[in-house]
């Protein structure tokens, strides 16, 4: 409403210095006019979308919520009269009051009956003065089976997922990403998830555990890779079989894998590898089969392979890197019975190391003292990485048998640490010119040194064979140091009498 005062002022003057009437001045009028401010109400809606509300896709009968705002720009109350709102959507409130320069936030659902689009305008009555009383929603309805993989990578998408409502997953689920680390700390609200394809969870940085997939089963393959926060994997017990590979790597914090023990068979590749705090194999108690390669490597707790006592099968077998484990008992049943497809077997870098003949007729399990590594078939070094790591572990012996044998090797000098060696010691095909690096070796079953076609000097070995054991508990007819086709050949005399070198 719009509206004038006139306010009258009259000024009148009377001069008294007049001598005549004459003189007199008329009174002054002067008029002021007051303009009165405009009501207004000015209205505009906005969303987390900014211009529309965007529900995307939702599993027919499955409800989803969004909120939308309604700013008063305006000087007066914004009255809403009524909020017009399409089929399938509804709002928790059709009238309100809005005060000048405030806003108010509506919820609005949308639940789907059939699978289309459910584009449309959301139209505001009210007394607004101007503005934009409108605004777009748009929502699909679709079938409950997601046709295809999806791939979360921040934790909003993992919940604008999960309001889709989608139960099944034909593709892969991609939790993470493996080119950058993700934030994703809860999988709790995927839990109406009950069947995918391809589990992968790679390069999370808080996610604890997988809570929110119990109800899933996955029918293809797994892999949990470089999850750093991971502790256990309890939530995965409704997954069975799988067709593919299941592959655990690098989850650092992970202590036990308890939610796979209902797995019984897997398609191809199963890894369990580097894992500094996994306490042991449980979870694997009921797997049958592996229809391609087993992989237990760089698990530093892990003491047994008691979780694999139900394996049947596997193709072949690669057990490495596993410093506490001493234990095979859990697949001499496998090995007994011919399990091992490839009959691979050659388990390295653990604390005990076994020939499956070893596990199936005399020891399955063996403690190796602090200090001695131990290998049924031998030691091999070929390169100096192979020297590297038992300087890495301090040891100084070896029970077993040691086998250097490489044109690679030119030097033993960095083996001084090596004291003992419970089996025979076997030297050929080298590029080493003398044995230096061998003089702190007190013990010694036998010494064989052939084809080192530039090797003149075995000074080194002189003070194990004048002062020190070589030989003992060796059958009568057994040679303790034998040399053939070197460039020196010095028999045991030779060197006892100081022939050590030529």
Do not use: W
């Not at 995918?196 to 899933?216: A, F, K, R």
């Not at 369990?272 to 760089?298: Q, R, S, W």
């Not at 001493?326 to 190391?353: A, M, V, W």
């Amino acid at each position: 409403m719009k509206f004038n005062i006139q306010i009258l002022t009259l000024i009148c003057f009377a001069s008294f210095f007049s001598c005549s009437s004459d003189d007199e001045a008329p009174p002054k009028i002067i008029v002021v006019e007051e303009e009165v401010i405009e009501d207004t109400a000015i209205i505009n809606l906005t969303s987390e979308e900014s211009n529309e509300i965007d529900f995307g896709d939702v599993v027919t009968n499955i409800t989803s919520t969004r909120v939308f705002t309604i700013h008063n720009s305006g000087n007066s109350d914004l009255k809403i009269a009524n909020i017009i709102i399409p089929d399938n959507y509804t709002i928790d409130l059709l009238t309100s009051i809005i005060p000048s320069n405030q806003s108010k936030e509506f919820t609005v659902t949308f639940t789907p009956t059939d699978i289309l689009d459910y584009t449309d305008l959301i139209k505001i009555e009210s007394n607004a003065t101007s503005g934009t009383a409108s605004i777009i929603i748009k929502g699909i309805g679709v079938n409950s089976i997601y046709d295809g993989s999806v791939t979360l990578i921040t934790q909003d998408e993992v919940e604008d997922f999960a309001k889709s409502g989608y139960t099944e997953i034909t593709g892969a689920l991609f939790i993470g990403n493996i080119n950058n680390f993700s934030p994703i700390n809860s999988l709790a609200s995927l839990n109406k998830i009950t069947e995918v394809g391809s589990l992968q969870v790679i390069s999370t940085t808080e996610l604890e555990d997988l809570t929110g997939l119990e109800n899933l089963n996955v029918t293809v393959s797994i892999q949990l890779l470089s999850n750093s926060a991971l502790k256990n994997v309890d939530a995965l017990l409704s997954v069975t079989k799988l067709s593919s590979y299941l592959s655990l790597l690098s989850n650092t914090a992970l202590t036990q894998i308890n939610g796979l023990s209902n797995i019984s068979e897997i398609g191809d590749n199963l890894r369990v590898n580097n894992h500094p705090n996994l306490i042991n194999l449980d979870g694997l108690a009921n797997i049958i089969t592996v229809k391609n390669k087993l992989y237990i490597e760089n698990n530093s707790l892990i003491e047994n392979l008691n979780g694999l006592s139900s394996l049947q099968s596997v193709s072949s077998v690669s057990i490495r890197y596993n410093a506490e484990l001493y234990s095979y008992c859990g697949i001499k049943s496998l090995l007994t019975n011919k399990g091992i497809g490839e009959d691979y077997f050659r388990p390295r870098f653990n604390r005990y190391n076994p020939s499956s003949y070893t596990i199936e007729d005399f020891d399955c399990e063996k403690m190796i003292p602090d200090g001695i590594i131990h290998s049924d078939t031998g030691y091999g070094i070929s390169e100096q990485k192979d020297i590297d790591y038992l300087i890495s572990n301090d040891f100084h012996g070896i029970d077993g048998g040691l086998i250097i044998s490489s044109e690679n090797i030119t030097s033993l000098e960095s083996l001084s640490f090596l004291k003992t060696v419970s089996g025979s010691i076997r030297i050929n095909d080298t590029a080493l010119t003398n044995l230096n690096g061998l003089e702190n070796l007190t013990n010694v079953a036998q010494i064989y040194i052939l084809n080192n076609l530039t090797l003149s000097d075995y000074c080194g070995l002189s003070p194990l064979i004048v002062n020190g054991s070589l030989g003992e508990n060796l059958y009568p007819s057994s040679e303790p140091f034998y040399t053939v086709d070197n460039l020196y050949n010095p028999t045991l005399a030779d060197i006892q009498n100081g022939l050590c070198s030529e």
